[in-house]
């Protein structure tokens, strides 16, 4: 494979588009809704665009790099003999009886459009109709990354959901924290080496073996303290469930 | 202030007398309550060790960083003219009516005794009774860390509480993302690029600006396809709860 049409003008789309130039791949035509916006990602790539899906060009391989709400309506609109996207939770079947060789290339992280990022780090989960388009994407994929995993639909849906875990979920609990601060003028950054260090841990150990805490300790003193500290019935709430988890795992 | 007495052994004991050592204050002596390990710290800080608190010996300042709840048992058995304690919820006015200058040393981090960690990003949080030892407790905690903060013990209490949903429940909600993981034979650090982009993004930004996911989208198909997704209890629980405070949040 080494011509690609890349479908979306997003911020996955944009940073796959530079890394797969960058790696020798021919990016034959960016296509978005907005044909503004078709233009800018053009431009930077230098190559052409159209926002009129009936006119994409030919090429080994079409990228639907859209948001998944719009995969669907792109597909019905598109000939092609191999095409995939890049969603971590659409299944694979989307594209069933439709095209020859269909797949998905699923890069773990988050992307922003005009932050260039280091793909070299980035797992990225291949799945495929067939055996030898699964090898395709598997080497396109290793041009980019490291870490290539071949990862079916279902596996792939329970890597998003924990990913909502661990940065969606976690993300939340830092804007409680940040708010609990913020009240006492108090700034947040005073938590950022705490924070650092507690991912660092994370990365050399399996995250139940690492818990501390008030909870982990079935301290009640504390808890109950920090249970008069707050008025709002949310940051209660979220506090009571979690730490009856954590006491309840160590009963 | 230049000689110093350790109470304590621990995690933090340790780790702030070799910082201390490491910066010219004389560590004169270490007390724990058990004999071993007060004498495994005093030989790595070639110092008198002893555990037996009626033997403590004179010193500028005793630093007492023990547990929370051990405090108040030490404090009755100590005379000296100059004590802090360490602990991020532990009240200044433990020391109220007992002595004469007293105080607070609190560095956010956890620590570990066997590994050393670089005391100068760590923010240390100060208190003391009078403005002529809070200005004592300034100039050694600046000895040790570029970030020294005068708070309060209600402050002090609130940052304990915000650690606890940044580090305690976040690593809480790791365990959950380690398990659905584990169920599925994927191996955790599939994550760990996206987490540490995560915290990248949060050390630049107020954590509710960077909220994203599919509650944040209230994208309730990806939702509704999670919640299918999660047989345990604990994990619906969660997820609804926090999905629906960051719906909530967006309304």
């Known amino acids: 494979m080494h011509s690609i049409v890349i479908v979306g003008s997003g911020n996955l789309a944009t940073q796959l588009a530079i890394q797969l130039k960058k790696n020798k791949f021919l990016i034959k035509q960016v296509y978005s809704r907005n044909l503004n916006n078709a233009k800018a990602l053009a431009s930077l ?4 665009f159209t926002d009129n899906l009936s006119k994409l060009f030919d090429a080994d391989l079409i990228i639907i790099a859209t948001k998944d709400s719009a995969i669907e309506e792109v597909l019905t609109k598109i000939n092609s003999t191999s095409i995939v996207h890049t969603s971590g939770t659409t299944s694979l079947d989307i594209f069933k009886n439709r095209f020859k ?3 998905v290339i699923y890069p773990v992280q988050t992307f922003k459009k005009n932050i260039e990022i280091d793909f070299s780090k980035i797992p990225i989960c291949v799945e495929a109709s067939n055996k030898s388009f699964l090898s395709d994407l598997i080497s396109l994929s290793k ?3 490291e870490k290539v995993i071949e990862i079916d639909s ?4 329970k890597i998003h959901l924990a990913a909502v875990f661990s940065c969606n979920f976690t993300n939340y609990l830092f804007t409680i924290a940040y708010e609990i601060l913020e009240n006492e ?3 947040f950054s005073i938590l950022h080496p705490l924070i650092q260090k507690s991912i660092n841990n994370l990365k050399t150990n399996q995250p139940n073996r690492i818990q501390t805490g008030p909870a982990q300790r079935k301290d009640l003193n504390i808890i109950n303290e920090h249970i008069n500290l707050m008025k709002s019935k949310e940051y209660l709430e979220i506090y009571k469930l979690i730490t009856n988890y954590i006491i309840k795992r160590n009963e």
Do not use: F, V, W
């Not at 790539?45 to 052409?48: I, K, M, P, R, S």
């Not at 279902?154 to 849906?157: A, E, F, L, P």
């Open 45 to 48: 790539l230098n190559t052409q």
């Open 101 to 103: 060789n269909y797949g």
């Open 143 to 145: 041009k980019l990354s």
């Open 154 to 157: 279902h596996q792939r849906k």
């Open 185 to 187: 003028n108090i700034d």
